[in-house]
């Protein structure tokens, strides 16, 4: 009998969504959370009658961004139907999660959840769905519409610190709040007639549950309007942004509870078990945290065209730089992020000036070169970086003073600790602490396989460096967080993925690293100082 049990435990899978910018995606894991089949619909492509580039389409004032909610719930036919043909074994689906694209919005019309709940079996979504919304274009991530609604925003709740140390962030123009404010303010009949706002992730769950489906806390705090130590809503922000609010964005919870089982809709059309669980969907951005599989207390190092850092934080310090999230794993902690423009594209650059274009030429020289450079410290923003908000290339040599070139070797060790120490000064800022002695340091993306840029990670941060491949992570990570949240309260995630092959160790600090880059991460921050508070810059570019 014991058998019959395990194995039908084993038999069990979990399904993980990501609706992100350009396509939706599923991933079926095993019960051992081993990946057994990937489906996706492309939306440029696949969806041609929607007319999107990138899946978005920009405005003729080219800061609007938007895009078509009903393409959204037509991939989601499309995606169930191809993995009806693909013979997803949809009975044995223990759970489902997933993620979206974060800071989206979707406006359902009053009435909209009447037919959400009584969605007929014999026609797609899409014919069902297709008047349910207020505003037809969602604004998404990439929309850079609302400056004035977010100093609008800042200035009503005390300032730009405090609307930071409420809600995790400063006044962002994607940030959901201030898009909810530009409907009203531009919309106003639009959004009188909006019975529930989701986000393109709880959008998704509610087509999963045909119902609607709460916003979870880790995804709610990219709005501007949580209050992310409460994690409720935070009434002076939903005030200053449009009437009625807390009633239209309905409740928010942590991120793996259980939010309901799949509709019937799903049962009698694909098969789904009636007690498949439905776990609170969340962000891309959270779920790729929870796709690496990370501990407590970890950083996370993306390193593409741009280069993201995600802390995992307990004590956060919300800054007006970088996002503070509730962590999508463990929902009494927290999650940073922040994102640097210049990553891949500028390290290649001077690979291609300094090196012939050579990274074995490129990690010769930098074998060649002492860690800390003999201080000489580079800041290369080729484009204009976020943080700061600054253009240009500077050089300043061990005494502090601008020079207008350096060395080809020193040129190249230089673009990679004035990077790495960057990034670790704003992890700092948002709150985290390098000197943990459980600090890991998860490298991922394009870059990091680069054994030579792993070790000035290492060296910079003072920390062993593991690398991790993960495609797909957000929707993997949504699986993941399928069966987290199945096993209900209690379970902690690192038992989940214990099973999990461990990444592997590629770099560890070399002697003296720590004092090193210490003095290295001072010196950086009053030379950024200096860069920031000249009134005209004077790029060496
Ligand atoms: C994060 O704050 C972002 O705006 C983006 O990474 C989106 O989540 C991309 F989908």
Same mark, same amino acid.
């Given at each position: 009998m014991a058998t019959d049990v395990s194995s039908r435990e084993n038999a069990k899978v979990f399904l993980g969504f990501d609706f992100s910018t350009q396509q939706a995606k599923a991933i079926l894991v095993t019960n051992d959370l081993k990946v057994i089949q990937e489906i996706a619909v492309k939306f440029d492509t696949e969806l041609p =009658?929607?007319? #999107? !580039?990138g899946g978005v389409h920009v405005h003729d004032d080219h800061v609007t961004v938007t895009a078509p909610t009903a393409m959204w719930v037509k991939a989601f036919d499309m995606l169930l139907e191809k993995m009806k043909s693909e013979n997803v074994p949809f009975e044995k689906i223990a759970a489902v999660s997933g993620s979206g694209q974060q800071h989206g919005s979707v406006y359902w019309k009053i009435g909209a959840q009447h037919l959400l709940n009584n969605l007929? *079996? =014999?026609? &797609?979504m899409h014919s069902q769905l297709k008047d349910v919304f207020s505003v037809g274009d969602s604004p998404i991530?990439? !929309?850079? &519409?609302t400056t004035q609604l977010c100093r609008d925003l800042e200035e009503k709740v005390g300032g730009k610190q405090r609307l930071t140390d409420i809600t995790g962030s400063c006044g962002y123009e994607r940030m959901t709040g201030n898009q909810i404010a530009k409907i009203y303010q531009t919309n106003r009949e639009a959004y009188l007639n909006t019975e529930r706002i989701s986000l393109v992730s709880s959008f998704v769950a509610s087509l999963c549950v045909g119902d609607y489906a709460p916003i979870d806390e880790s995804d709610g705090s990219g709005m501007n309007l949580l209050n992310i130590h409460t994690r409720e809503w935070a009434a002076e922000c939903l005030t200053a942004c449009a009437p009625d609010l807390a009633d239209k964005l309905g409740s928010v919870v942590p991120s793996k509870q259980i939010i309901g089982s799949v509709s019937p809709y799903l049962v009698q059309r694909y098969g789904f078990a009636q007690d498949c669980q439905v776990i609170a969907f969340t962000g891309d951005n959270p779920a790729s945290l929870a796709g690496l599989t990370p501990s407590a207390g970890d950083v996370m190092v993306s390193l593409g065209t741009s280069d993201t850092i995600f802390l995992w934080l &307990? &004590?956060?310090? *919300?800054? #007006?730089v970088g996002h503070v999230f509730v962590n999508p794993i463990e929902s009494t902690d927290f999650m940073a992020l922040a994102c640097f423009k210049n990553g891949s594209l500028t390290r290649e650059r001077i690979r291609n000036e300094c090196a012939e274009g050579s990274w074995d030429k490129f990690i010769a020289a930098l074998e060649n070169t002492p860690m800390g450079n003999n201080g000489n410290i580079g800041i290369y923003f080729y484009v204009t970086e976020i943080q700061p908000l600054v253009q240009g290339v500077f050089r300043f040599n061990s005494h502090g003073e601008e020079v207008t070139s350096f060395p080809k070797e020193v040129e190249i060790r230089a673009v990679l600790e004035g990077q790495m120490v960057a990034r670790r000064y704003y992890s700092e800022m948002l709150g985290f602490n390098f000197n943990s002695t459980n600090t890991r340091v998860i490298a991922t993306g394009g870059a990091s396989t680069n054994p030579a840029i792993l070790q000035v990670i290492a060296d910079v941060f003072n920390a062993p460096v593991y690398t991790k491949d993960v495609a797909n992570s957000a929707a993997l990570g949504s699986a993941f967080r399928a069966k987290h949240g199945w096993l209900g309260p209690g379970v902690d995630y690192s038992e989940v993925v214990s099973g999990l092959k461990q990444p592997p160790c590629v770099a560890v600090p070399s002697p003296g690293a720590d004092k090193v880059y210490g003095d290295l991460c001072d010196r950086y921050k009053e030379l950024e100082a200096r860069i920031q508070n000249r009134t005209s810059l004077i790029s060496t570019d």
């Open positions: =009658e929607f007319k #999107t !580039d007929n *079996p =014999e026609s &797609s991530w990439m !929309d850079a &519409s &307990s &004590s956060p310090k *919300p800054s #007006t």
